[in-house]
């Protein structure tokens, strides 16, 4: 009798699979029964070994660029104090496949179905020199029916060579780039723990220049008119459409208003000089990406990147949505089949009967239905299962995308606006005003959108050529604003969009469609930033270490900082993977690459950064105190001086520490927080036991 091995990408996977093909035996590390040996990877099991298996353990100048040819393949590993070793896991894990490898007829890969998916599987078959045939489980769904409907049509291994050459090529371009360059600036540093890459580097590249851009950023204030007036038992308001530098003009124009032979009370009046209304169709967003679903989870609930990627990827192992890991908001004909039971799903579980019941009488919106627009998985949906046990948070991301659903395919939203442009004194000012005509899709949460004007239940009926009295007339001073700083939302948005600043067409094409990174590894991206110590949370925002704008200013000006270049490599790894370009040649360009970066970083100096480190200690008079993201520290374990930097829900700068160390006190630190909630105004003092106290220039301040 043949066996069958089937090897999934995670346990919980397996376990699904396991109870399809009705192997119920439980083994350590495997499940049998029915001619079936479901096992799982656990992650990438198999990575590219590191460069001490080429006998370049040490940072040395003399041995840059490493270029393996041929790369060797290795055990995972896992750090321990100075060193790594292989993972214990990862290594019992292994001696588990092979072994079902061995004693089965031929594989099913069931990984997760995509490029970093399918190098899973191909570098532990590689690495285990197996040779044993395989077929691909190709689904976007967990649930008992793509299961089998995916059992009952795999298709060849061979037909996704092309897909792992682009995943290989991604991975091997990855090393040489990120290995070379990091060892480089870390010999020109003078201490390693330094780190660039394809991905993070563009990435701390965007947060810097932000956060320089508004920190250098002068505010200059302006004028505005602003205008009250009356309709209809109503007031509204209108903007000048001229802008001030000085008060004096604005001050001037107001007076010309008023004094012009329109008025009669001493008030002034206006006249209408022109009315455009119009009617302003919406239509529904589309389904949800990965992205889009971090972006706004960070806007509605401050949740990270990250934290948004393991809720849907909970929510997608216990067979509630979809697979996560998507950068597709469209789906295509055959899932779109599924969606009218999925609305009346919603409307039977979620409290939306009578809407389900308004979208299934009619025709469904198809803005999100493009097969051509479908990668390697659709937009995120619910699958249909009723969800039980859910904690807070898998509640509001499962609610979202069910919410999403619903509105993707309702009706569009219509909207009456009107725009009055009223003068005097050859001054115009603009009134605007607008009501929804007809919901739609905005039924389903009845939530404003960001770029709405106030929305009222009726408009003003004003007519060209009409006089309107003043009720008032006043100045407003403006400031022009610095672009704010990148919460994670708008921080993925960049990252997405990156391409709309690449001047280079086909570069252009390719990040249109990816950015900078993909959907499943930019949350990765800023948690490695974070945990290199080059940015830190600072509430909402991201900002950069000292650290991290040392490092960008190393590099700001090469070709590693530029999102361009992240392009080329994704329109490259396309291309690859659609047998349109040789991985052979992708490498020697690669290669060539590392090399010119080595060249670069080893040239730099980044000494600054050493000394911006390392801190006089006030307890042991060394410079050993270390600046963390949540702590500055004395690296001495006999001393054990720290200052937490998260002071009264305020986290100390880089500065503001070298301050309190060097210094004895911080400057003035406003909007801090006490136990009441009150805000209060204090410098922070180092006292001769290493502790801290408040110090207030007014005696009276309130204290913690």
């Known amino acids: 009798m043949s066996t069958i091995c089937i090897i999934a990408e995670k346990p919980s996977v397996a376990r699904e699979l396991a109870n399809i093909v009705r192997a119920d035996k439980r083994e350590n590390g495997y499940i049998e029964g029915n001619g079936y040996i479901v096992t799982w990877a656990i992650g990438h099991l198999v990575t590219l070994a590191m460069p001490d298996a080429y006998g370049s353990g040490k940072f040395d100048r003399n041995g840059l660029p490493l270029l393996p040819d041929p790369f060797r393949l290795a055990v995972r590993q896992i750090r321990e104090g100075k060193e790594y070793k292989d993972d214990p896991a990862a290594v019992r894990q292994l001696s588990v496949i092979k072994n079902c490898f061995n004693r089965s007829n031929a594989i099913i890969v ?67 780039v990120g290995i070379n360059a990091s060892r480089a600036l870390s010999i020109s540093a003078g201490k390693t723990g330094y780190s660039l890459g394809r991905v993070q580097t563009p990435t701390l590249s965007i947060i810097c220049k932000r956060y320089l851009e508004n920190k250098d950023f002068k505010s200059v204030p302006y004028w505005k008119l602003e205008a009250i007036i009356e309709k209809d038992g109503t007031k509204w308001k209108a903007i000048s459409e001229i802008s001030y530098e000085k008060r004096n003009a604005a001050l001037s124009a107001v007076q010309a208003i008023l004094t012009d032979n329109n008025g009669t009370d001493g008030k002034g009046s206006l006249s209408v000089s022109k009315v455009e209304r119009k009617a302003v169709p919406t239509e529904p967003p589309l389904l949800y990406d990965l992205t889009t679903l971090q972006k706004e989870a960070n806007r509605k609930y401050g949740f990270s990147a990250d934290t948004t990627l393991s809720i849907a990827q909970s929510l997608y192992e216990k067979k509630l949505t979809t697979y996560p890991r998507t950068g597709s908001r469209h789906i295509g004909e055959d899932v779109f089949e599924e969606i009218p039971g999925l609305i009346r799903f919603a409307g039977d579980r979620f409290g939306y009967k009578d809407l389900a019941d308004g979208l299934l009488s009619g025709t469904l919106n198809r803005r999100s239905v493009d097969a051509s627009k479908v990668t390697d998985h659709h937009a995120l949906l619910v699958t249909g299962n009723t969800p039980s046990g859910l904690n807070a948070d898998e509640e509001k991301i499962y609610r979202m995308i069910l919410a999403r659903m619903l509105e993707a395919f309702s ?9 009055v442009t009223l003068e005097a004194a050859g001054i115009p000012l603009t009134l605007k005003a607008e009501t929804v005509t007809r919901k739609g899709w905005r039924a389903v949460l009845n939530e404003k959108t960001e770029d709405e004007e106030e929305i009222t239940d009726r408009l003003p009926a004003f007519a060209e050529g009409e006089k309107v009295m003043l009720s008032d007339l006043h100045d407003i001073e403006h400031k022009t604003k610095p672009k704010p700083l990148f919460t994670e939302a708008t921080l993925l948005g960049a990252m997405e969009n990156a391409g709309k600043e690449v001047e280079d067409g086909e570069a252009r094409k390719a990040m249109s469609e990816c950015g900078i990174g993909t959907p499943a590894t930019r949350a990765s991206i800023i948690e490695t930033l974070i945990l290199r110590e080059y940015i830190r949370r600072d509430k909402k925002t991201l900002v950069p270490t000292d650290k991290g704008l040392a490092v960008h200013d190393i590099v700001k000006d090469r070709h590693i900082a530029n999102a361009e270049m992240t392009g080329q490599w994704e329109l490259a790894f396309s291309k690859i993977e659609n047998g349109e370009q040789d991985a052979e040649v992708f490498s020697r360009n690669i290669r ?29 008079k060394k410079n050993t105190v270390r600046l963390y993201p949540k702590v500055a520290k004395c690296t001495d374990k006999e001393c054990g001086f720290k200052v937490f930097r998260e002071v009264c829900g305020k986290t100390l700068s880089e500065k503001e520490v070298h301050s309190l160390l060097e210094k004895g006190r911080t400057p003035v630190l406003k909007g801090l927080s006490g136990k009441s909630g009150k805000k209060f105004n204090a410098s922070l003092v180092l006292k001769e036991d290493g502790t801290t106290a408040f110090e207030f220039s007014n005696p009276s301040g309130n204290r913690r």
């Open 411 to 419: 009706e569009t939203s219509e909207k009456e606006t009107v725009q």
């Open 110 to 176: 069931a990984t997760d179905a995509g490029r970093e998916g399918e190098l899973i599987f191909r570098y532990i078959y590689s690495f285990l020199n197996c040779t044993k045939p395989f077929k691909r489980l190709w689904i976007s769904s967990l649930t008992d029916k793509a299961i089998r409907e995916g059992l009952s049509s795999l298709r060849p291994g061979s037909e996704f060579d092309n897909l792992y050459r682009a995943g290989k090529a991604r991975s091997e371009a990855d090393w040489l």
């Open 592 to 620: 060539e690459y590392a090399g010119q970066i080595c060249t670069e970083m080893l040239q730099c100096g980044i000494s600054a950064v050493e000394e911006q480190s390392q801190l006089a200690c006030p307890l042991c």
